[in-house]
């Protein structure tokens, strides 16, 4: 009974490693089967995708010139305001001081103008003065001489006299000095008087600044105080408000990858979607496309601006879009799928004009069975289908309806679909 048994172990693993062996032959030889899809005639459009976020064209940020603590806060977001509009106040009471301290330098300033002059005029007195003596010296002088040369005096005299002119000379060149010294001590004065009405001047504007008004008429999308705060103003002036000037036109800055930026122009079509209106779309045009690069991660990208405009205000700053934008449009074109050029079977040659750019090979099966590769031109893609312009070389004429390749599955990938044959046991 044992040997009937063990005799019957070795016959079912014969059997076995037979079906195995068979198995594998059957695997090694299976024929090789194409995936194939037809050449089709539709309209194709060269896009280009992106992300950006919705901004107003034009938005102020609204800061402050002056430090101090915020009385007053008189708007809040979604508020509308006008040009020129009291939005905020600065406590204004320590720059209110500061004028009135300014003020009274120039009072002092112009009441020492007026001391100048006062002295001026006095120097200008001694000077009539000086010019009297001086006169009288002189004639007295003469006549001292007349009587000396007639030496009816003694003619010490006549040079004591001649010594006083001397004299009376010097006195007046001396008072004449002091004139120009009050002179210039009036003008000293004066501009004294123009330097504090300077600083009374900007003592007045950093009150008139303590006013927080907006330049433009607008919105309130965004407020970064409140009342009883604290700001300082240094190097930058420190953002109170941020005013958007007009919400029914707006924009989307587009973030466009640097291998797609050479496609877009000004004035091409694009549309885009946000996440607040699911299965709507957006409909804009290309406004600018800036040339200053970004470099991210050691990604570079460009902001192209797609303006449109916001009828009824429903899109709102800050929201993320996913734009596209139309660089190509073909009606009517010949279409294969991208998966057919991109298409590469061993042992199958390619034609020499498969070669360049804007040029490509696809493959089509033969009368026979077997894969043969066939040139063409290319145009534009949407991602998933190209525009084929000329083809045929190397192989068959291409026309709507022929089958390409698209891909391959051999007897195993059959078999994991349940085609494939069985072992006979």
Same mark, same amino acid.
């Given at each position: 009974?044992?040997?009937?048994?063990?005799?019957?172990?070795?016959?079912?693993?014969?059997?076995?490693?037979?079906?195995?062996w068979?198995?594998?032959?059957?695997?090694?030889?299976?024929?090789?089967?194409?995936?194939t899809?037809?050449?089709?005639?539709?309209n194709?459009?060269?896009?280009?995708?992106?992300?950006?976020?919705?901004?107003?064209?034009?938005? *102020?940020?609204?800061?402050?010139?002056?430090?101090?603590?915020?009385?007053?806060?008189?708007?809040?977001?979604?508020?509308e305001?006008?040009?020129g509009?009291?939005?905020?106040?600065?406590?204004?009471?320590?720059?209110?001081?500061r *004028?009135?301290?300014?003020?009274?330098?120039?009072?002092?300033?112009?009441?020492?103008?007026?001391?100048? =002059?006062?002295?001026?005029?006095?120097?200008?007195?001694?000077?009539?003065?000086?010019? *009297?003596?001086?006169?009288?010296?002189?004639?007295?002088?003469?006549?001292?001489?007349?009587?000396?040369?007639?030496?009816?005096?003694?003619?010490?005299?006549?040079?004591?006299?001649?010594a006083?002119?001397n004299?009376s000379?010097?006195?007046?060149?001396?008072?004449?000095?002091?004139?120009?010294?009050?002179?210039?001590?009036?003008?000293?004065?004066?501009?004294?008087?123009?330097?504090?009405?300077?600083?009374?001047?900007?003592a007045?504007?950093?009150?008139?600044?303590?006013?927080?008004?907006?330049?433009?008429?607008g919105?309130?999308?965004?407020?970064?105080?409140?009342?009883?705060?604290?700001?300082?103003?240094?190097?930058?002036?420190?953002?109170?408000?941020v005013i958007?000037?007009?919400?029914s036109?707006? =924009?989307?800055?587009?973030?466009?990858?640097?291998?797609?930026v050479?496609?877009?122009?000004?004035?091409?079509?694009?549309?885009?979607?946000?996440?607040?209106?699911?299965?709507?779309?957006?409909?804009?045009?290309?406004?600018?496309?800036?040339?200053?690069?970004?470099?991210?991660?050691?990604?570079?990208?460009?902001?192209?601006i797609?303006?449109?405009?916001?009828?009824g205000?429903?899109?709102l700053?800050?929201?993320?879009?996913?734009?596209?934008?139309?660089?190509? =449009?073909?009606?009517?074109?010949?279409?294969?799928?991208?998966?057919?050029?991109?298409?590469?079977?061993?042992?199958?040659d390619?034609?020499?004009?498969?070669r360049?750019?804007?040029?490509?090979?696809?493959?089509?099966?033969?009368?026979?069975?077997?894969?043969?590769?066939?040139?063409v031109? #290319?145009?534009?893609?949407?991602?998933?289908?190209?525009?084929?312009?000329?083809?045929?070389?190397?192989?068959?004429?291409?026309?709507?309806?022929?089958?390409?390749?698209?891909g #391959?599955?051999?007897?195993a990938t059959?078999?994991?679909?349940?085609?494939?044959?069985?072992p006979?046991?």
């Amino acid at each position: 009974m044992n040997k009937q048994r063990i005799g019957a172990a070795a016959v079912l693993v014969a059997l076995l490693a037979a079906g195995a062996w068979w198995w594998t032959q059957q695997s090694g030889t299976g024929r090789v089967e194409y995936r194939t899809a037809a050449i089709t005639r539709g309209n194709l459009q060269a896009t280009v995708a992106a992300s950006g976020a919705v901004s107003p064209v034009s938005q *102020v940020s609204v800061g402050t010139q002056v430090s101090g603590q915020i009385r007053d806060v008189l708007v809040d977001f979604n508020s509308e305001v006008k040009a020129g509009q009291l939005i905020a106040q600065i406590d204004p009471e320590t720059f209110e001081y500061r *004028v009135r301290s300014a003020q009274a330098d120039v009072d002092a300033a112009r009441a020492a103008v007026l001391t100048a =002059q006062a002295n001026a005029l006095a120097a200008q007195t001694q000077v009539s003065r000086a010019q *009297v003596d001086l006169d009288e010296a002189r004639r007295d002088s003469d006549r001292k001489q007349s009587l000396a040369d007639k030496q009816f005096i003694a003619t010490s005299e006549a040079d004591k006299a001649r010594a006083l002119v001397n004299t009376s000379m010097e006195a007046m060149k001396s008072v004449q000095a002091q004139v120009g010294v009050a002179q210039a001590q009036v003008k000293t004065a004066q501009a004294n008087v123009a330097q504090r009405e300077a600083a009374l001047a900007q003592a007045r504007i950093d009150l008139a600044r303590t006013r927080i008004t907006s330049p433009v008429n607008g919105i309130v999308i965004k407020r970064t105080i409140e009342r009883g705060q604290t700001v300082a103003s240094s190097l930058q002036a420190p953002e109170l408000f941020v005013i958007a000037q007009n919400l029914s036109d707006m =924009q989307v800055e587009a973030a466009i990858d640097e291998s797609d930026v050479g496609r877009l122009q000004t004035g091409q079509k694009a549309s885009f979607t946000v996440d607040a209106f699911p299965g709507q779309t957006f409909e804009g045009s290309i406004r600018q496309v800036r040339k200053a690069a970004t470099n991210v991660a050691n990604v570079v990208t460009y902001v192209a601006i797609v303006g449109f405009k916001n009828e009824g205000g429903k899109l709102l700053p800050g929201m993320t879009a996913n734009v596209r934008v139309i660089t190509d =449009q073909r009606d009517k074109a010949l279409k294969v799928p991208n998966a057919a050029l991109r298409m590469r079977i061993e042992g199958v040659d390619a034609p020499a004009g498969a070669r360049g750019q804007g040029k490509g090979r696809v493959y089509t099966l033969g009368a026979d069975g077997k894969p043969q590769a066939v040139a063409v031109r #290319i145009g534009v893609s949407d991602g998933s289908s190209t525009e084929v312009l000329e083809g045929g070389e190397g192989g068959p004429a291409l026309a709507e309806g022929t089958e390409v390749i698209t891909g #391959i599955k051999t007897a195993a990938t059959a078999k994991a679909g349940g085609s494939g044959p069985r072992p006979p046991f």
